[in-house]
């Protein structure tokens, strides 16, 4: 297969190189690109070195089985159209175009029925949200979700490699704010994104209409208050649900250990930074919310893997085994 990645040199670009020698996928060509400033940098693929390319609309104009965007929304709104046009499928890291509703949001083991015979682009979802709506997903199929209320801890690598020069020239004694509001080095600061008119910031905005469109349920009530905490890697969510049906614990918990990409810890809990390099949503602490209607989970994922890499290379390996790129072993 023969592949790009734009933002290459970033946290999501070089992730995603890391989960596709993870996945031991064989590769035609892996053609990377980032800004002028990046042009000549070397980066490896399984020993092989390869230069990173200064994006131009020419670059594009290849054609690519896969060309995945890790660059910020700006970056795909100038460019994936050229891609699309030239390339088999697009997978974007950025919210540009998450609320089409033309466009695919998807989370394999969710919905990876949109991508049958699907080409064009498809949008990775927000890193918060995909880590949560594993285990939502399961707990619908079996008691049908109606509301969720979820606090967020997110790490500083959400913001990219600028997010971590911040907090650890913080570290070092810097006083300035960086890519924050307020100092994040020992602080916790409840605003992530933009507040928008109705009190929410646009990054609780994006996982309300995400999980709702991932899960194919506008009727979801869902609240979410997202924090940035001085933590490098993994994000830790505090959540909420209740359901239609009366909930067996044991049961739920049973239906979350066997579930795909979700670890369950029955009698222990797990912080962000024992997770490692877990490609999982992590589930502990289950325990029932106001009534055996509801429940309670507290929830870790590395944000830059499956809240962002694994998953882009997830939605790959889905489209590549519908469409006889790759073998179902991958
Ligand atoms: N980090 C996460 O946990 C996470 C999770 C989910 C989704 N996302 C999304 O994934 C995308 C990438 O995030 P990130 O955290 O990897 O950001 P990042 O670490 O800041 O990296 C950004 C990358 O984009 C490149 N870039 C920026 N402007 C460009 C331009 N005009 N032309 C070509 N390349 C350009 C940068 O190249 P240079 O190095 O040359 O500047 C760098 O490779 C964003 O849309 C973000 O919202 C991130």
Known sequence: MKIAIVGATGEVGR??????EERSIKLEALDLYATAK?????????????KVQELTEESLLKHYDYVFFAAGGGVARSFAQIA???SELVIDNSSAFRRDERIPLVVPQ?????????QGLV?????????????????????GLKKVIVSTYQAVSGSGYKGIQT????????????VYPEIIDQNVIPQIGVFL????SNEEEKMHFETRKILR?????????TVRVPVLYGHSLSVYAEFERAIELSEAAEKLSQADAIKYHENSYITPLSIGTSNASHVCRLRYGVDSFSLNFWNVGHNVRIGAAANAINIMCAHAIQAGKISSSV
């Open 197 to 200: 008119d109705n009190g929410y």
């Open 123 to 143: 949008a990775n979802p927000n890193c918060s949200t995909i880590q949560m709506v594993l285990p939502l997903a399961v707990l619908d199929r079996e008691y």
């Open 84 to 86: 699309m046009d030239s």
């Open 167 to 178: 907090l650890q020239s913080q570290r070092q004694g810097s006083k300035l704010k960086g």
């Open 38 to 50: 990046s042009q000549g940098t070397m980066l490896y693929y399984l020993d092989h070195p390869i």
């Open 110 to 118: 969710i919905n990876a029925d949109l991508l049958s015979g699907y």
């Open 217 to 225: 349920k506008e009727h979801i009530a869902i609240s979410a208050t």
């Open 15 to 20: 992730m995603m190189m890391t989960c596709l």
